[in-house]
C-alpha cells in the first residue's frame, strides 16, 4: 500500500479523464479518479500501477472476484463455439440449462418460467409488462427510497434520488409509493415491533381505503434490502406482512432481487431470510460475474404472455451464460458460505468501531451487503452526508474502493470470495480514514 494520503490519480489516470470528460456522457457518477487496469480476486490496479482492495466489486456484480479463472475459461470456451445467435429466435443448450438451473434455485416449488435480459433495469422492465398482461390490471406500488433502474418504467418504480427523475416526466403513470420499512429513520415515529409493521399495514388502511382500489394493483415491487437507497434491512415480519397483503388482494408481489442476489447476503436470495415466496423475481449484476445478463422469473401461470408480446436481440448471449453457469457452480461450491462468514467478520469488527466513532448512526449488515449510516448526531441522526463523500474519498486515497448510497451510508459489497486479510485491511483503511473525517484539522 501506498503511504501518500495524497490522491492516488497519475500521469496516465489524469490523461483517461480528460479524454472520457470529452468522449462520455456527464452523467455517470464517479465519485473518485480510479482508472481500472486490472483486477484479480478483490484487488485491483489502476492504470499507473497503484494496488487497490475492491470493496465494490464494480456495484455488486463481480460475484467471483475479479476474473476468476473458471470463469474466464468458460468465456473464452464457449466464445470459441460461438459467440451470439439470438435466444429470441433460435434455440441453444447453454440458455436452456441456465433456464432450468435459475428456476431451481429462485425460491418457491411452483414451476416457473424465466426471461433472459441484459441488465436489472430490463428484467424490471419485463416484470412490469408482465405483472401488466397476466393480470389485467394497470397500477403498480413501490416504495420510497427503492431503486428499479432508469428505463421509462423501470424509472417510475425508482423513488431513490431526486436526481434519477428530474427532467424526465412524465414517467409511467399508475404508480404510487409509499414508505419503506427503514426502522432507523421510521416515516412514522414508530418503534418495532410495537409499531406492528405499520408501514405495512398502511398500504391496506390508507392508500386502499382513501384512494387506490387494490383491486387495480398489478404488483408491488420491493427490494428485499433496499441498495441505492441505503443498504435497508426492514425488519422481521415485514416481507411476510407485504406477502399476505399481496395475497388478500391477489396482487403479485415482484422480488427485485438485482443487487442481493446470487448469494450476496449469505443465501442465494435474500428473501429467503424472511421465508418469503414471491411471484416474480428479478436478477441481474452478480449472475454471470460481470458478463451482461439479467433474468425475470416468474410463476409458470403467470407467463401467459404469447409468441412476440415480449423479446430481444441479446438477452440470454451464450457467452454471458456459459459465464453464468461458472459463477452458479462457484457459488454454490462454497462463496454463499463464505458471503455469510466474513459477513459476520464485517458485523464485528464494525460493531466495535461504532462503539467508539459517534458518527456510525447504524451499521447493517447482511452477508456481504454492509451499510454504515454516517450521522452528525446521536441524538437528532442528522444525516452527515458530506462527511461520508469524504470518508469514500479518503478510503479512496489510502487504497480502499468503497462507495456511498442513501442520504449518508458508506457501503461495502466485495466479492463473495473475498479472504478474511482482505476484509480486515480494507476495515483498517476504513478507520483511518473515518478517524481522519471525524477530526477535520
Ligand atoms: N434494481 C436494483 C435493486 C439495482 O440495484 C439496480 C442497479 O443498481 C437495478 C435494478 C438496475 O440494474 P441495471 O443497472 O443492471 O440496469
Known sequence: MAESKQPRRGTRAREYIARDTTAISPSYTRSYPFVMDHGKGSKVWDVDGVQFIDFTAGIAVTATGHSHP???????????????????????????????????????????????????TEAIEAAFKLARYSTGRTRMIAFIGGFHGRSMGAL?????????????????PGVTHVPY????????????????????????????????PAEEVAAIFMEP??????????PPLYHQRLRELTDRYEILL?????QTGMGRTGKMFAIEHWGVVPDITCIAKGIASGMPLGAMVAKKRLMTWPPGAHGNTFGGNPVSC?????????????????????????????????????????????????GIELIKDKETKEPAAEMRDSV????????????GCGMSTVRFMPALNITADLVDEGLKIFEEALTEAENPT
Open 70 to 120: 473458471d470463469v474466464a475459461q468458460a468465456i473464452k470456451d464457449q466464445a470459441d463455439q460461438f459467440i451470439h445467435m439470438s435466444g429470441t429466435d433460435f434455440y441453444y443448450p447453454v440458455q436452456i440449462e441456465l433456464a432450468e438451473k435459475i428456476n431451481s434455485l429462485v425460491p418457491g416449488d411452483e414451476p416457473k418460467q424465466l426471461f433472459f435480459t441484459n441488465s436489472g
Open 156 to 172: 417510475s418504480l425508482t423513488a431513490s434520488k431526486y436526481v434519477q427523475r428530474k427532467g424526465f416526466a412524465p414517467l409511467v
Open 181 to 212: 420499512g427503514y426502522c432507523y429513520r421510521c416515516a412514522y415515529n414508530l418503534e418495532y415491533p410495537s409499531c406492528d409493521v405499520h408501514c405495512v399495514r398502511y398500504i391496506e388502511d390508507t392508500i386502499f381505503k382513501h384512494f387506490i
Open 225 to 234: 434490502i433496499q441498495g441505492e437507497g441505503g443498504y435497508v434491512i426492514p
Open 254 to 258: 415482484v422480488d427485485d432481487e438485482i
Open 322 to 370: 456459459a459465464a453464468a453457469l461458472a459463477t452458479i457452480r462457484l457459488v454454490e461450491g462454497g462463496y454463499v458460505q463464505n458471503a455469510a462468514r466474513m459477513g459476520e467478520r464485517f458485523a464485528d469488527r464494525l460493531r466495535h468501531l461504532q462503539a467508539v466513532h459517534p458518527s456510525m448512526g447504524d451499521v447493517r449488515v447482511l452477508g456481504l451487503m454492509i
Open 392 to 403: 469514500v474519498q479518503k478510503c479512496f486515497e489510502r487504497g480502499l474502493l468503497s462507495l
